[in-house]
């Protein structure tokens, strides 16, 4: 358990007294439970699984209580609420933390096929969310930071789907920090190594800002693209109508 989980902790502290019985874990995962924090970029991702629904004076409740809370390294709250009779794959062993209730049922940790599986899924989709997210960056003025904050989110679980397809077990891989996936990716594809330890480079600095991380990031992903194409990116950006 690392230092940042105290940010959790106080939020686990609000929803137990909110939710009382009907909560039954409070669970933190990804990078908050292994330590792998980008301050300012990553997210506290939370599960929260419940014997009773959420209400909407629970939810204001909860609002008002938050509202000032310090809730620093982290960029936002991802929390994921669920009834745990309902609960689907999500999780990855090793890289969760129960604060509060009992343990996650086993339906709730994904397996090697499931990681295999989604991996290949986000890498066959992940063309398409590029395009979209170039012509987003491409006028970014105002919300740089959210942009950039967006595209290592893509980037994260890019690289692990294409270690796993390069021949990494994918329990192992979906629990690797993004120093041990840059150790791992240099030996797959020198452009998709030195973008990503960019991208990570500038966020750890506090001297650097958002443009040098989305800027990085992006061209990560778009030479993941490329491998997983096999041809340079020429598609037109996504157009919406």
């Known amino acids: 358990m690392t230092n940042e989980i105290n940010a959790a902790e106080r939020l686990c502290g609000l929803v137990a007294g909110a939710l009382d019985d009907r909560l039954c874990s409070f669970i933190v995962y990804g990078s908050a439970a292994t330590g792998d924090i980008l301050p300012r970029y990553s997210d506290l991702d939370l599960l929260i699984l419940l014997r009773g629904q959420v209400t909407f004076d629970d939810a204001m409740d909860l609002h008002s209580q938050v509202v000032g ?6 960029a936002y709250v991802q929390p994921t609420f669920v009834l745990e009779a309902k609960v689907s794959p999500l999780l990855v062993a090793g890289t969760f933390v129960v604060l509060s209730g009992s343990d996650p049922p086993l339906g709730a940790i994904q397996s090697e096929d499931d990681l295999r599986r989604n991996g290949t899924k986000w890498l066959a989709e992940l ?10 960056w491409a006028l970014a003025a105002v919300d740089v ?9 893509r ?6 789907a294409l270690l796993v397809r390069e021949g ?13 996936m840059l150790s791992r990716v240099a030996d797959v594809d020198d452009q998709v190594h030195h973008q990503t330890s960019e991208a990570i480079a500038a966020a750890r600095s506090a001297a650097r800002g958002p443009d040098d991380v989305g800027t990085s990031a992006m061209l990560a992903l778009r030479r993941i ?3 997983q194409t096999n041809e340079p990116s020429m598609q037109p950006l996504t157009i919406s109508n």
Do not use: E, N, Q
């Not at 063309?127 to 987003?136: K, W």
């Not at 930071?145 to 989110?153: C, E, G, I, K």
């Not at 980037?155 to 692990?160: G, N, Q, S, V």
């Open 225 to 227: 693209c490329d491998l």
């Open 127 to 136: 063309p398409s969310l590029v395009s979209r997210d170039a012509g987003d």
């Open 168 to 180: 990494g077990t994918p329990g192992d891989v979906w629990a690797m920090t993004w120093d041990a």
């Open 145 to 153: 930071h959210r942009r950039a904050r967006l595209a290592l989110t």
């Open 155 to 160: 980037l994260k679980p890019a690289i692990r």
């Open 69 to 74: 809370l310090d809730l620093a390294p982290y």
